[in-house]
């Protein structure tokens, strides 16, 4: 077992270069590692904090092999990596969680049909390739539904909500030649999240459940511990250990759950890496999803998942800087002592785009969401 550790020292590939990446690669320098990033970007957010910033594309396969001589073992941050790149990359060093989880999660039919084959719960779904087998799979799941392509779906990218039959024509022209996934819309109760972890020899730490809230599909504010009965939080962990088990995952996984109104669980999507919910783990847990992800890349023993206190995060997306004219009022939002700033170093805040979160804990999750929704509001207020 101990000749499989990598220990502090070791450089670590990753592959992806945004935000992500660059919290894992600030918790991999805090355990002493280096980092190599690589990417089509430069000076991107983890390429900032890396050692080095390999920028070229992900199809260059003779790159990525240069690129994994020189690491112990790769890990992402993007899932959207094209198969051939892990493959490459695996032909080196060990990739982690591995190409096949990568080439199953990247894809939400393929993805869909695991989970439905090995028992998991998830959203009714049909394939649509052709006008008439999206006709043929609206008559099976009724409407409203939701067409989503099958590939490069992330924060509602590449999705419509089908209210009427008349939509029909024009939202199959919409996935433009893609193969295309039709959903049930699945009136939730409230969306959760489980951030996990699986090691080398099989062990298993959840993160508490998260709680999610969106805007316009992305995620605006995350709470922990989610306000379920405990016995759901118990059968969402329990969920999300049958899944990183059965894809023998090493590395850290993400499961995002619908919580029907009938109390039961639903999985929507699958993440084979750290998780926008997970932000606030750095702020609020023993271990952060980056430094998990890193302990279970590594082979080392997973960190204490334990939530220390109550916590909310929320998402700073580039529109706030063309509501305040101009760069936020840093200043203010940290008026309040027990709000965390973490800023990715992106120059350019388009609207949209994710630029850094907001963490506070409390001593109730009522009292984090407060002060963190109220810590964004102030970033609006003049200098
Ligand atoms: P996704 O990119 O699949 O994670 O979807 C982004 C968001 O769209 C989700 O977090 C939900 O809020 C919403 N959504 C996606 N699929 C469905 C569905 N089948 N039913 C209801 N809402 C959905």
């Excluded at 550790?5 to 590692?33: C, D, K, N, W």
């Excluded at 969306?191 to 959840?206: K, M, T």
Aim: charged letters at 20%; hydrophobic letters at 40%.
């Amino acid at each position: 077992m101990s000749n499989r550790i990598i220990l502090p020292g070791a450089t670590l590939g990753v592959l992806g270069s945004g935000q992500l990446g660059r919290m894992f690669s600030i918790a991999a320098r805090q355990l002493g590692y280096r980092v190599h990033i690589y990417s089509p970007d430069s000076d991107s957010p983890a390429g900032q904090i890396g050692d080095v910033e390999v920028a070229a594309p992900y199809e260059d396969l003779d790159r990525v092999r240069e690129f994994a001589r020189g690491v112990r073992v790769v890990t992402f941050e993007f899932e959207n990596v094209p198969s051939a790149t892990s493959e490459a990359a695996a032909e080196i060093v060990p990739v982690r969680p591995d190409g096949r989880i990568l080439h199953t999660t990247q894809h939400r039919l393929r993805e869909k049909e695991y989970l439905s084959r090995n028992g998991f719960p998830v959203t009714p779904f049909r394939s649509v390739e052709s006008l008439e087998s999206l006709q043929k799979a609206v008559g099976e799941l009724g409407l409203p539904a939701i067409l989503k392509t099958a590939t490069f779906g992330y924060d509602g990218k590449g999705q419509q909500r089908i209210a009427r039959i008349e939509e029909l024509p024009n939202a199959f022209e919409q996935l433009h030649g893609v193969e295309g996934i039709l959903e049930a819309c699945v009136d939730f109760e409230r969306e959760i999240s489980v951030v996990a972890a699986r090691g080398l020899d099989g062990s298993f730490q959840g993160f508490p459940v998260f709680e999610n809230a969106h805007e316009h599909h992305i995620l605006d504010v995350t709470v922990a511990p989610a306000g379920i009965p405990p016995q759901l939080h118990r059968e969402a962990m329990e969920l999300a250990r049958g899944i990183l088990d059965s894809l023998r995952v090493v590395g850290l996984l993400t499961v995002e759950l619908f919580v029907t109104r009938q109390g039961g669980l639903l999985v929507n999507e699958l993440a084979p890496r750290t998780h926008n919910s997970g932000h606030l783990t750095m702020d609020a847990c023993p271990t952060s999803q980056f430094e998990q992800q890193l302990r279970a890349v590594c082979g080392l023993p997973l960190g204490s998942a334990a939530l220390r206190a109550p916590a909310a995060m929320a998402n700073l997306l580039g529109d706030i800087w063309k509501l305040a004219g101009g760069v936020p009022n840093w200043a203010a939002a940290l008026s309040d002592p027990s709000i965390k700033l973490h800023l990715y170093g992106k120059a350019v805040p388009r609207v949209g785009r994710k630029m850094g979160h907001l963490t506070a804990t409390a001593a109730t999750t009522a009292g984090a969401v407060a002060a963190v929704r109220a810590a964004r509001d102030r970033l609006l207020l003049p200098y």
